[in-house]
């Protein structure tokens, strides 16, 4: 898959619409070469009528027909993109003004289809819906879209008895989308591009999280649900590429129907987390910043060990008080740590140093290393 692409190139039955002056001068070029306007319009097998309403720009019209002109009147490609002023479908009018011709495959759009593999629905006639609650989501959807495409007609509707808002995209928007993405339809995630372009992960897997996923403070664990089986499962694939373990799944029955979660557990698995996905819901946000906060400890007993065999990896030996400066970490807790973890015959005592404290008398300090019988 490409990460740039050409709407023009991609969908040439698109309608459009010019600047005034380039329209103007496209169609007089033409009709003075083939001596007339009623002559122009038999050349190109249309009628008189049609190609006064294209003249006067009261009508959008086939991308082909410009084309054809522009070559009637020596005209570039390049011109031809740089006065279009709007695109769309024949039956539906321009739909969206001011386009961006050129469509990225870059941030925005890896988040703008995590909504619409989160909270959206892609229709059989490939209108693109998205509905929430949550006035920030939608305000990102609209921006998302806009960003991207240029200035798009999005059709809003908000339902007072659930407090909801439906965003419609127009059937242009989802026609490309599914001409970039091969299974958009059926809202395929896009699982090889992003094994090659693995820094837009987490822009799809936030707005996932906006959508799907909940933070839950009392059991330490952040998690995502969601109906769709091979999604759960791709989302899990996506979570492994940047290195954020899948703690657990499971499934569970609502209404008849079968539903997938996934769990993400462990403080420094919650603290990659915020680094990396950054969530536009602030309520959820917030509660990530809570879960957080309900630690004590910088490391929990298991993340401690972790880190202290980490550090003795790096190494042959290390003090104590060494391993407390670089893990910030109390040199009492260092020591209990330590302590444990010779029990399990995980690490050993290195040797130890003479050393002399303030007031003159000997003491000596223990060397540890990993115990090279043992892994973890």
């Keep these: 898959m490409d990460d740039k692409f050409e709407i023009l190139e991609i969908a040439p039955d698109i309608y459009i619409s010019l600047k005034r002056s380039f329209r103007m001068q496209l169609f007089r070029r033409a009709a003075d070469k083939e001596g007339s306007y009623i002559k122009l319009a038999k050349k190109i097998n249309m009628t008189s009528a049609s190609v006064i309403s294209w003249k006067d720009g009261t009508q959008s019209f086939p991308l082909f027909i410009v084309k054809n002109l522009a070559d009637k009147s020596s005209i570039d490609d390049e011109e031809i993109k740089n006065n279009i002023d709007g695109i769309g479908i024949k039956t539906r009018g321009i739909r969206i003004k001011n386009p961006k011709l050129t469509i990225h495959f870059d941030k925005y759009l890896a988040r703008l289809l995590g909504h619409i593999y989160g909270d959206g629905c892609v229709r059989c006639n490939m209108v693109v819906s998205y509905t929430n609650q949550n006035t920030e989501l939608t305000n990102k959807f609209k921006y998302l879209t806009k960003k991207i495409f240029g200035n798009v007609s999005i059709y809003e509707r908000y339902c007072p008895r659930d407090k909801t808002t439906n965003l419609q995209l127009p059937k242009l928007v989802g026609t490309i989308l599914n001409k970039i993405i091969i299974g958009f339809n059926e809202k395929k995630i896009p699982i090889k591009f992003f094994d090659s372009n693995p820094e837009l992960i987490p822009e799809f897997l936030a707005a996932i999280f906006d959508d799907e996923g909940s933070v839950k403070i009392k059991s330490r664990e952040l998690t995502i649900t969601?109906?769709?089986?091979?999604?759960?499962?791709?989302?899990?694939?996506?979570?492994?590429?940047?290195?954020?373990?899948?703690?657990?799944?499971?499934?569970?029955?609502?209404?008849?129907?079968?539903?997938?979660?996934?769990?993400?557990?462990?403080?420094?698995?919650?603290?990659?987390?915020?680094?990396?996905?950054?969530?536009t819901h602030s309520t959820k946000l917030k509660f990530l910043h809570q879960l957080l906060d309900n630690y004590k400890f910088k490391f929990t007993k298991y993340e401690l060990q972790e880190s202290i065999m980490k550090e003795l990896e790096k190494s042959d030996s290390q003090y104590a008080s060494e391993l407390a400066r670089k893990l910030d970490v109390r040199l009492s807790t260092i020591c209990k740590t330590l302590v444990k973890l010779e029990k399990r015959s995980v690490i050993k005592k290195f040797g130890k140093k003479q050393l002399i404290d303030v007031q003159g008398r000997n003491y000596s300090v223990n060397l540890w290393c990993l115990n090279e019988h043992n892994s973890y």
Aim: glycine share 6%; no cysteine; net charge positive.
């Design 226 to 279: 969601l109906a769709d089986k091979e999604m759960i499962e791709n989302i899990i694939h996506l979570f492994s590429l940047i290195e954020i373990p899948i703690s657990g799944t499971s499934e569970e029955r609502r209404n008849g129907n079968s539903y997938w979660r996934i769990r993400i557990g462990r403080k420094k698995n919650f603290i990659k987390f915020k680094k990396l996905i950054k969530l």
